[in-house]
């Protein structure tokens, strides 16, 4: 617990909520004191935490990889190069295995999204209060209301990011799908399987879901996993300071579920590559 | 948990990612995967290569070993061929060596037993008439009987 004043409730709805950066109609430009003045922003309000940290991480993503690929060597790899190259290996195999086509581009958007996303997940086995500990109070020192400062530091927990990856997947699927179809046949696709063109609004209504469902669910099953994720995280912290058998407890449960989520993270991160890779290779077929 | 600006700009972030990743980082390190891949290929097949030949040059040398073998055997019964000839050569010389020098004596004992002979008639002769003439002294003259005396040495 960071504060002994504190609820639970105020607690955890203290940790579900982003660091928004916007510009309130009252209060004018600024940072969000509360989810609700975050949400009186608008549309034009950012996520400054979330930005923050999925930027960091896919920096960090990006420059371990790329100083690997400077260094390249057809020789005896380094450590890290073997390493690269053995993540790089698993996403290949995964991409030769399911998609059919050529597309120089898949291959390394597989390879971004099971990265970026597994670090992003990874950010979930920090204890929970970890970092938003010490930011509350480096803010506090600057001046802020330690109740004020909000921060969360898993990424993948704000749909915003899972649903702007989803996205543009979505888009690059249909980019490709008029793009190797046309957009007859496209539309086709659309609406005249599976009953044929004298059912083409049943067709309509049964492929345009399926179509919608994609990036829907991807999204949103990145999202739920480490929204709960996050959440049995915050409960268990709950417990601590409530006396030495709550706090033991709680240290093991914790220990139990963050290695748990190891499987989460990786797992969940697998899946939203292999979908991504499956989808693409959908709509690069031409007969379905 | 508001959907805001935060989605177009992770959007466009995602999309620098892929794009940063699609260019610098995914091609090198696949080109020196399919580097490392041949390479492999070819140390494999080298080794192949090896192989082959190294069993090649066993058979090579299997082979020069037999013909050695061969030629020390020719050269050794050739040997001994020039050995007996050698051999047969030397005898035949030696018998006739022997045969010569058998003669030679056998010649030479014959001049000596023909000039003992000749010694001995003479001797003989000279002491018969010496005792012809201690017995017949005065009535015999040598001269004149000297005739029939070689008459008879020669009878001996």
Same mark, same amino acid.
């Given at each position: ?96 295995? @399911?998609? $059919?086509? +050529? ?9 971004? %999204? !099971?990265?970026?996303?597994? &670090? #992003? ?95 829907? @669910?991807? $999204?949103? +099953? ?9 959440? %049995? !995280?915050?409960?268990?912290? &709950? #417990? ?49 | ?156």
């Amino acid at each position: 617990m960071t504060t002994e004043a504190l609820t639970a409730q105020a607690y955890i709805q203290h940790h579900l909520t982003n660091l928004t950066f916007g510009f309130h109609p009252e209060h004018g430009l600024g940072f969000a004191h509360s989810s609700i003045e975050a949400g009186e922003m608008g549309f034009w309000a950012i996520h400054v935490d979330t930005m923050f940290f999925s930027l960091v991480l896919g920096l960090l993503f990006l420059w371990f990889f790329q100083s690997v690929s400077k260094k390249a060597t057809a020789g005896v790899p380094s450590g890290a190069q073997n390493f690269a190259e053995w993540i790089i290996d698993f996403v290949n195999d995964n991409v030769r295995g @399911s998609f $059919s086509g +050529r597309n120089p581009l898949v291959a390394p958007l597989a390879l971004t %999204i !099971f990265v970026w996303v597994f &670090l #992003m997940n990874a950010m979930d086995l920090l204890p929970v209060d970890l970092v938003p500990f010490f930011f509350q109070h480096s803010m506090a020192a600057l001046g802020a209301d330690p109740h004020h400062v909000f921060l969360k530091v898993v990424p993948t927990t704000d749909p915003n990011a899972t649903f702007a990856m989803s996205l543009m997947i979505f888009f690059t699927m249909l980019y490709y799908s008029v793009k190797i179809k046309g957009v007859g046949g496209f539309l086709g696709e659309l609406t005249l399987e599976p009953f044929g063109k004298w059912g083409m609004p049943a067709n309509l209504l049964l492929e345009g879901i399926n179509l919608l469902s994609k990036p829907v @669910s991807l $999204s949103l +099953r990145l999202f739920g996993n480490l929204y709960a994720g996050e959440m %049995i !995280f915050i409960l268990i912290a &709950l #417990m601590y300071g409530h006396g030495l058998v709550m706090d033991v407890s709680a240290g093991v449960m914790q220990l139990a579920w963050a290695i748990f989520h190891i499987l989460i993270v990786t797992l969940q991160a697998f899946i939203f590559m292999v979908l991504t890779i499956v989808y693409l290779d959908m709509a690069h077929q031409t007969h379905h | 948990m508001h959907i805001n600006l935060t989605l177009i700009l992770q959007m466009i972030s995602f999309a620098a990612f892929v794009w940063f990743c699609m260019t610098y980082v995914w091609p090198p390190i696949m080109q020196a995967l399919e580097e490392r891949k041949n390479k492999i290929a070819e140390g494999l097949a080298a080794a192949e290569r090896g192989l082959h030949e190294q069993e090649l040059g066993r058979q090579r040398a299997l082979e020069v070993m037999h013909k050695a073998k061969a030629d020390a055997a020719e050269i050794i019964s050739q040997a001994q061929r020039r050995y007996n000839e050698l051999l047969d050569q030397a005898k035949q010389d030696a018998v006739a060596e022997g045969q010569r020098l058998k003669l030679a004596a056998q010649a030479e004992i014959e001049q000596q037993a023909n000039r003992a002979r000749e010694e001995l008639r003479e001797r003989f002769a000279t002491l018969t008439i010496a005792a012809a003439e201690k017995i017949l002294q005065q009535e015999i003259n040598a001269g004149v009987h000297k005739n029939l005396l070689d008459t008879f040495a020669k009878q001996i």
